[in-house]
């Protein structure tokens, strides 16, 4: 006898919720996984085409969310829901029916039945029926591609595919305890009144426009069963508080400015300085931006700080190295026969590593610990001392021995693709980033310029990855300086995005900061908008082109603001 | 310029202290008057109204003559069931706001044009949950200053269209009309949440012990929605309306694949007393009960070739066809100018024959409740601030009236609106279609049956329930979409019907008189029918069927037999039955 009776009886009873969470788990686990094996056998007599795959995911989501503007609050909700996506395959793992199919517009594709809302209860007939419906049709829409997609290969050229649609991945099975639940909505009062506070910050500014501070929280809890065995259940959890202020120049060109905060518990203790100081600066900065210059077209030496350049390597090189864009033949597959080549900067490395939870304290969006096909996620080095290595590959892979590592990612309702999770530059030669003026300085002298740009931050972007269009990618800076030859002060500019094509880009990278930075955000592609971060130190290119942005043609509101009353 | 600036505070401060009327306060008693001068949502829409009236112009171009704005409040509570368990349950509440404005002068102003589309600013700014005036009236703003950009340009669109084409009717674009107050509220009688999850429990379970039922669905919804107005005549006025809706749909496929569906609703003004009465779980089995045997029989039923003979409107049917027929076309009664513009088809009626001479049709916003039932078409105001008035659409068959909101719509008339402007365009009420030949029910039965062996075929059909669009929502089966296709267009004179959810055979080669056999039948649906049918509809029976599409008006209208229509037979390639039974 190694505890007292009274103590062991206290752990245990500390030890029933976990134990009992998990019971129930795993009993929604074998529900899902029976049903699947019976459905699938009425699927595997009932035509001569036949399913050799089926899985079934299962999100359970609970949510707040709080929107406030101007001291009022514009929506209040919380809640919970329950989803199921069902997908089915036919044919083989080396070809089925996600294969590719090349220029043809189907009028009579068989429409799945995804993204099914089911009662947020214990799983009785209503999980059964929607189960039932879902697979059918899932069965259906997979037949109807299969016969399609074996005609259009045969019809149309060869294609250097050597790959497998679905590789093979061992089963996982794996259970986490559900974390502890978010607050309950009655529990955030104080912190939603603190926000409410802090939007009122905005009230009463003749030249604010748009304002809105936003909280969302969700904790997902997804199930995963398949044919093949895999089992599981885990969790994700994301939370932000959002600061988002706009106005619009004289000339029409709408401004806006942004700040986040992420977090992973919901901090119900959040500060209102916190918001008011950010309100603040957002506030300050706008004001700036709105009476600056329009910056002319540019090309020359540019510092991207931390951030921007964060999602500088997400839209110039993270999309492109998508393992199933390698596949399709109308993909630009700018980096098919780029592997052990070096392509940029001998201190650069990139990598992508979903396993990361956080860096810096800072909690990062695209951490996972299985991706949405079951499969582990893990470190996966993309550019290793400026050589580019490989590619973030989902069960879609390009040799005939190829296997996923991890990224395979996709919303409810929509087949995962190759995405990105935390995509990593690492610089092994640094220096202090704020002697990177002075490379650019330099960098100015050389090629006689009188001025390089600094991007502070960038809103997102874009990437053009298919081949009927140009190829290039486009980042639209928020706040930008010019930083003058002669030492000058540094001058706010706008209107201007930063342009481009990935080869070239990458080569300009001439120095790294030793101030890495996070940025958090959703990227939108075919398979939906996923959470992922970008980490990357401040880089010096020493060439970047600047197209003029698009303006928007209508004036500023006439009158001004109504003015906020107590 | 000191003197004009100090009336306009002087008027903006009356809006604010409470003096939001300007006509006819001595009608409304003490609580109403307070209540529109204390209501904080409709002051703050009046100041912002009065900024906008005052200050809101461009450098050279036109002023706005009129603006008015809309701001509904809308509560609600949703449930849906499903085979035992609660799918969701869920109260929302959100505002919503509709801006008209107009530059120019009530003769020509922006609307009423077709030119093309002038992309104005974009900035909108969102309505609030709750009535926080603060947020509305930046909605107001961000909203007016983009509609009078955009009414600033389309007037001078419209004028260079003008100066180069004839002006065709020459009819003012708008016009003035009184300027009323107004205050009605109901009082909030939101569901018991706990007892709706339990009749949507308990009805859908039951509803599980159908195994042949692809899906079933209890829905229940209630409404409690205030309308706000205001506009620069000086109309003024808060209205709420509310809705309790209980639905249940249910779906399966017949035997070839094709998707069957029907419903129960149960809606009502009041609150529907949850598990007693109509809603109690007995009740509602004996509703439903006829109706799963008839899809059951469905099931197994042939589908019915192309038709062409007798069909008797009945139930809601006959009210759904009344809509179609008369009174959606009149959402629209305006054609604006433009290259593709003519004249307006149901306009072009006035005076003409439109039904057989002894049906008149009347649109009686005021009646209140019919056979102690309250009427959702029942309303004071229309949502241009004007009193609902009873017309007469339809006298001894030929067209009288119109749903007429401020646009003028006849040529060479001085314009008067009759208060029936709501959703955007003309609107009814309680519309009532009477006969002044009434034939009773079992009668038309014999004059279908007589009809059918005339034509040949040896029977009638009897349509009794098309699509109602609220029930329809509650499927999400992938099949359920093709339900609500209508297989005909809108058009000049012609109007489609919804595939029709209950549809039976009157054999008259079966049975004796009064004794038919009538057998449901499946498969076909309507193309586009010529409104000229109607001046063919060969007998109209005595009692009303109320008809009440999305709780938004009533039509009363007994059946109706037509004695020749077409409708077309189900489609070859209906999907395969379910794989996993």
């Not at chain 1, 935390?422 to 100015?444: C, H, Y």
Request: glycine share 8%.
């Amino acid at each position: 006898m190694t505890l007292p009776k009274r103590l062991a009886i206290i752990l245990s009873l500390l030890a029933l919720p976990a134990c009992a969470s998990t019971d129930r788990i795993e009993a929604r686990l074998s529900f899902y996984k029976e049903h699947l094996q019976h459905y699938l056998g009425a699927l595997r007599k009932a035509d001569s085409l036949t399913p050799y795959f089926l899985e079934y995911r299962v999100n359970d989501t609970v949510f707040h969310s709080f929107q406030a503007n101007r001291g009022g609050v514009i929506e209040d909700k919380s809640g919970a829901s329950r989803y199921l996506g069902v997908e089915a395959r036919v044919g083989s793992p080396k070809f089925d029916n996600t294969h590719p199919m090349r220029e043809n517009l189907d009028f009579t594709a068989w429409e799945g039945y995804q993204n099914i809302r089911i009662p947020y209860e214990s799983e009785g007939k209503s999980a059964e029926q929607a189960l039932k419906v879902a697979s059918d049709f899932a069965f259906r829409a997979a037949k109807d591609q299969f016969i399609k997609i074996k005609a259009n290969v045969d019809v149309r050229p060869a294609e250097n595919d050597t790959g497998l649609d679905f590789a093979p991945a061992p089963s996982a099975k794996a259970v986490e305890p559900s974390p502890p639940p978010p607050p309950a909505r009655k529990k955030l009062d104080s912190l939603y009144a603190r926000i409410r506070r802090a939007s009122r910050l905005f009230a009463n500014h003749p030249q604010l426009y748009s304002t809105q501070i936003d909280f969302n929280f969700h904790q997902v809890r997804k199930l995963l069963v398949n044919s093949e065995g895999t089992s599981l259940a885990h969790c994700e959890t994301l939370g932000n508080i959002n600061l988002y202020v706009e106005t619009k120049a004289q000339d029409g060109m709408i401004l806006w400015l942004t700040r986040d905060f992420f977090f992973q518990e919901v901090p119900v203790d959040f500060p209102y300085d916190s918001l008011a100081q950010a309100a603040e600066i957002l506030m300050r900065k706008l004001d700036t931006l709105r009476t600056a210059p329009v910056m002319e077209t540019y090309v020359g030496p540019v510092i991207l700080k931390n951030i921007a350049a964060a999602v500088f390597t997400h839209e110039v090189f993270g999309h492109r190295v998508e393992g199933h864009r390698q596949k399709a033949v109308d993909e630009g597959q700018t980096f098919a026969t780029k592997i052990n080549q070096t392509l940029t900067a001998t201190f650069v490395s990139i990598i992508d590593d979903p396993t990361l939870a956080s860096a810096g304290g800072i909690p990062l969006n695209g951490h996972y610990r299985y991706d949405d096909e079951g499969v582990a996620s893990r470190p996966t080095m993309l550019m290793e001392n400026g050589v580019f290595k490989d590619f973030l590959f989902s069960r879609s892979v390009l040799s005939p021995k190829g296997k996923s590592n991890g990224h395979g990612r996709g919303v409810l309702g929509l087949a995962p693709t190759a995405r990105m999770g935390n995509t990593i530059l690492q610089a092994s030669r640094t220096v202090p980033a704020a002697s990177l003026r002075d490379s650019l300085r330099a960098l100015l002298k050389r090629t006689g310029k009188p001025y390089g740009l600094l991007l502070h931050d960038i809103s997102g972007g874009f990437t053009y990855t298919g081949r009927d269009l140009p190829q290039s990618f486009r980042v639209e800076p928020l706040y930008v300086n010019q930083i003058f030859a002669d030492g000058r002060p540094d001058r706010v500019v706008r209107g201007v995005d930063a342009v481009g094509t990935p080869l070239v880009s990458l080569r300009q990278i001439a120095a790294a900061g030793d101030d890495p930075a996070v940025f958090n955000g959703y990227c939108g592609a075919e398979s939906g908008w996923i959470p992922v971060s970008a980490i990357a130190p401040s880089i010096l290119l020493e060439s970047m082109e600047f197209e003029s942005r698009a303006k928007d043609q209508n004036m500023p509101p006439i009158l001004t603001p109504p003015e906020v009353r107590p | 310029m000191k003197r004009l600036r100090s009336l306009t505070a002087a008027a903006v401060a009356a809006l604010c202290a409470g003096a939001v009327f300007a006509a006819e306060p001595a009608d409304l008693p003490d609580t109403s008057v307070k209540a529109l001068s204390g209501s904080p949502v409709l002051k703050a829409m009046a100041h912002e109204l009065s900024r906008s009236m005052d200050s809101l112009r461009i450098k050279g171009r036109p002023k706005p003559y009129f603006i008015s704005y809309l701001v509904w409040d809308v509560e609600s509570s949703h449930m849906q069931a499903s085979l035992g368990s609660c799918e969701m349950a869920d109260e929302d509440r959100q505002h919503m706001l509709d801006v008209d404005l107009r530059v120019g002068d009530y003769r020509q102003d922006n609307s009423n044009f077709q030119g093309g589309i002038v992309f104005g600013p974009r900035l909108r700014l969102p309505m609030p949950q709750d009535n926080d005036t603060n947020l509305i009236r930046a909605a107001l703003w961000a909203a007016t200053d983009a509609k009078y950009k955009v009414a600033v340009e389309v007037l001078a669109q419209k004028r260079a269209f003008l100066t180069n084409h004839s002006t065709g009717e020459n009819l003012p674009d708008f016009s003035k009309q009184k300027a009323p107050a107004y205050f009605h509220a109901e009082s909030r009688t939101p569901p018991d949440t706990g007892k709706v999850k339990v009749l949507g429990r308990e009805l859908s379970g039951w509803l599980g012990s159908f195994p042949w039922l692809l899906e079933s669905r209890v829905g229940y919804q209630y409404y409690y929605t205030t309308f706000y107005y205001v506009d620069s005549e000086g109309a003024r006025l808060i209205e709420t309306v509310k809705e309790h809706t209980l639905l249940v749909s249910l779906f399966t496929q017949a035997k070839d694949g094709a998707p069957l569906w029907d419903y129960l609703r149960v809606c009502t003004r009041d609150p529907l007393p949850l598990g007693e009465g109509p809603t109690s779980m007995a009740a509602l089995r004996d509703s439903l009960t006829p109706i799963i045997k008839r899809m059951e029989q469905l099931r197994g039923a042939v589908p019915v070739a192309n038709y062409r003979g007798p069909v008797l409107f009945t139930g809601h049917a006959a009210g759904e066809l009344l809509n179609k027929a008369l009174l959606a076309p009149q959402s629209r009664l305006r054609e604006p100018a433009g290259t593709m513009s003519e004249p307006n088809f149901m306009v072009s009626l006035a005076g003409r024959k439109f039904l057989p001479g002894e049906v008149t049709v009347i649109d009686t916003p005021s009646l209140a409740a019919w056979r102690g039932r309250s009427l959702f078409g029942h309303y004071h105001m229309d949502q241009q601030g004007q009193a609902a008035e009873d017309i007469v659409l339809v006298k001894s068959g030929r067209v009288q009236e119109f749903l007429k909101g401020k646009v003028p719509i006849l040529p060479g008339q001085t314009h008067a609106s009759n208060g029936h402007w709501r959703y955007g365009g003309g609107f009814p009420g309680v519309t009532v279609l009477r006969s002044s030949k009434p034939v009773p029910e079992k009668d038309l039965r014999a004059r279908l049956a007589s009809l059918g062996t005339d034509e040949g075929t040896g029977f009638g059909l009897i349509v009794s329930k098309l699509v109602d669009e609220d029930a329809f929502k509650l499927l999400r089966h992938p099949l359920a979409a093709q339900l609500a296709m209508t297989d005909g267009m809108d058009g000049r004179g012609s109007f489609s019907l919804t595939p029709p959810c209950e549809i039976d055979m009157l054999d008259s080669r079966t049975g004796k008189e009064g004794n038919w056999k009538v057998t449901p039948v499946r498969g076909l649906s309507f193309p586009a029918i010529d409104s000229k049918s109607l001046r063919d509809i060969a007998a109209v029976g005595e009692e009303p069927w109320l008809h009440e599409p999305q709780a938004a008006y009533s039509v009363l209208c007994p059946s109706l037999l037509f004695s020749l229509l077409d409708l077309k037979g189900s489609r070859s390639n209906q999907p395969h039955l379910p794989y996993i039974p």
